[in-house]
């Protein structure tokens, strides 16, 4: 099995930054994807952004421009490098890793997560 541990998250102000890393351990080999979601409280978990095996990124509409995710192509480890961060930004942040079979991705791993707060 693999494990995922995230660091980074805390409080920030409005226009701050914060920058979380993913490490994992384990059974980590054949990953086609890592990346993060995130789950504010009331809402439902979403993809905030993800690479995938051949390098190749995906950022939710809502951080486009503001969150950069890197790594070495969907291997451990990853971060994703949060700038002028809102309020709305406050959630917890997960990091998350899967394969792609029928064209989907699976994403069947998953860490404990870390919380991030955008607060004044």
């Known amino acids: 099995q693999a494990q995922f541990v995230e660091s980074g998250g805390g409080l920030v102000q409005p226009g701050g930054s914060l920058r979380l890393s993913c490490v994992a351990s384990?059974?980590?080999?054949?990953?086609?994807?890592m990346g993060w979601y995130r789950q504010a409280p009331g809402k439902q978990r979403e993809l905030v952004a993800f690479?995938?095996?051949?390098?190749?990124?995906i950022s939710a509409d809502s951080v486009k421009g503001r969150f950069t995710i890197s790594g070495d192509n969907a291997r451990s480890p990853i971060n994703l490098q949060m700038n002028s961060l809102k309020v709305e930004d406050t959630a917890v942040y997960y990091c998350?890793?899967?394969?792609?079979?029928?064209?989907?991705?699976?994403?069947?791993?998953w860490g404990q997560g870390t919380q991030v707060t955008v607060s004044s």
């Open positions: 384990g059974n980590i080999f054949g990953f086609d994807v």
């Open positions: 690479i995938n095996s051949g390098g190749g990124t």
């Open positions: 998350a890793a899967g394969r792609r079979a029928s064209g989907v991705y699976n994403w069947a791993y």
